[in-house]
């Protein structure tokens, strides 16, 4: 029997007939980026002619959401298919429990040859940060397993490597084998360096964050990071090119988690969840747009239908694969889910913020989101930025009383348990609609889907909904 079998039990699902071209399958992740900071979704002002081009070649998902807005929960759920919350992995720093299967293990025993390319992938702990004593709690509970997951794997190594680490991998594949990889980038996470390719004057400043200047300074920063992580996007693609493989492999691009901006990184409004996505394989995917919602859960069945492998049962994942390949009788989603968990690897003190321990759920649909919040005393502060010019600012605007009203109140305000926005009419998620009568009945229908979600994944946070409704 094989470790699947062993692990997890014989799915239920029938074998899919497997094509002698098995598609090789490349998984690409920037880190921290939200839309719409890519050309192709509609900002003017960032330069991405690599990603634009790509997105030209293949399907552009615009509801695609992730299942966490934090690089390792995030991760832990496009990998295996399940929250990160059922894959046991809402401490950051954790690294994913060794009876969690992954994608590429499961493509290897379908004859793949599989690896993990360049910046610190997050699912094996915090790396070379571990000391001694948590590094023996690790060892001596055989924790830290990638090393046997996979068949070829790069820790950590910088940009300056990209090309280097490509061609190694790509020399090692066995000749007439198909192989996945997933290629990690850091950018655009924060610190964000400046090449001084955008001009802050001309930066698209979102709504719910303040046009104050040290904002703007910020985000010409995250946009120059964003266009180089456009060129080291298309060094991976003339990887693929240059070894004949572009036809028959399939690419994946997608943001890890939201930018480390207010209301972005660790938190569950649409800046923290909502990324880009684009897919692409010629000849079997038609160029364009899709408006259905996607969640990262979905990630590894879509890929595993696509080589022909069934989905283990414990995944609750979807795949989309009838989607991008225009298949008449796929069923789309009717709701994703999000889940905010520990961030950062310090313990708790008196002193720590939101930024580091926060803990909240949310159900997204196509009009409506709820957010709920479990531990709403925490002080607010954006993860990772809260020491950069634009929070800076908004302090210094909150002190002096400049602040709009809604900034002050949504930054700064008391916040409240569950939050309740209509999409469609208010996509800044600046009006509270929970509570209000006229909304109780779409409150309730969605506070009992994110209960159900709770609930199949064994959620350890208390249900929206009383246990005898």
């Known amino acids: 029997m094989t470790r699947r079998d062993l692990l997890h039990g014989l799915s239920a699902a029938p074998l899919l007939a497997q094509s002698a071209q098995q598609p090789n399958i490349v998984f690409v992740l920037s880190d921290d980026h939200s839309v719409p900071y890519l050309g192709c979704y509609g900002d003017p002002h960032i330069k991405t002619p690599n990603l634009d081009r790509f997105a030209s070649q293949g399907m552009r998902m615009d509801r695609a959401f992730t299942a966490a ?7 832990a759920a496009y990998l295996t298919g399940r929250s990160p919350v059922g894959a046991r992995m809402g401490r950051f720093n954790s690294p994913l429990p060794p009876d969690v299967a992954t994608l590429p293990e499961l493509l290897r025993e379908k004859g793949y040859f599989t690896g993990v390319c360049r910046r610190n992938f997050h699912l094996d702990g915090p790396g070379n940060n571990l000391g001694p004593s ?5 060892n001596d509970n055989a924790m830290l397993t990638w090393d046997r997951r996979v068949d070829w794997l790069d820790r950590n190594s910088p940009r300056a490597q990209t090309k280097a680490k490509l061609e190694d991998f790509f020399g090692k594949v066995p000749e007439g084998k198909p192989f996945f990889l997933w290629v990690n980038f850091n950018d655009p996470h924060h610190v964000w360096d400046r090449t001084g390719a955008h001009d802050p004057a001309k930066v698209s400043v979102p709504g719910n964050i303040p046009d104050l200047p040290g904002v703007r300074d910020d985000l010409s920063r995250y946009y120059d990071e964003i266009g180089r992580m456009d060129e080291e996007f298309q060094w991976v693609l003339d990887e693929i090119e240059k070894r004949g493989k572009t036809q028959n492999t399939l690419v994946v691009f997608a943001g890890d988690n939201g930018m480390a901006f207010p209301r972005g990184k660790g938190s569950l409004h649409e800046r923290g969840l909502h990324v880009p996505m684009i897919v692409r394989w010629p000849g079997r995917i038609k160029p364009g747009t899709s408006s259905e919602l996607v969640s990262g859960e979905d990630v590894t069945p879509t890929l595993l239908e696509a080589a022909g492998v069934p989905p283990l049962k414990q995944m609750t994942g979807k795949s989309f694969l009838g989607l991008l390949t225009g298949r008449p009788n796929y069923t789309p989603r009717e709701a994703i889910f ?38 709403p005393k925490m002080e607010y502060q954006p993860v990772d930025s809260a020491r950069d010019p634009g929070w800076q600012d908004i302090l210094k605007a909150h002190a002096g009383g400049k602040l709009k009203p809604d900034h002050e109140r949504i930054y700064f305000g008391k ?3 569950y939050e309740l926005y209509d999409l469609d009419s208010d996509p800044q998620e600046l009006t509270n609609l929970s509570g209000k009568p006229e909304w109780a009945g779409v409150e309730k229908d969605l506070r009992i889907k994110l209960a159900e979600k709770m609930v199949v994944d064994y959620d350890f946070l208390p249900l929206p909904v009383a246990l005898n409704e």
Not at 134 to 138: D, E, L, N, Q, T
Not at 345 to 355: H, I, L, M, N, R
């Open 338 to 375: 999000g889940a905010r968990l520990y961030h950062g690897s310090g313990p708790f003190t008196e002193d720590t913020k939101a930024s580091t321990f926060d803990l909240s759920r949310c159900v997204r649909t196509k009009k409506w989101k709820l957010i709920y919040n479990c531990t």
């Open 134 to 138: 948590m590094r023996k709690i690790m």
């Open 69 to 75: 807005p934090q690089c390792v929960p995030s991760r």
């Open 415 to 417: 916040r409240p348990v």
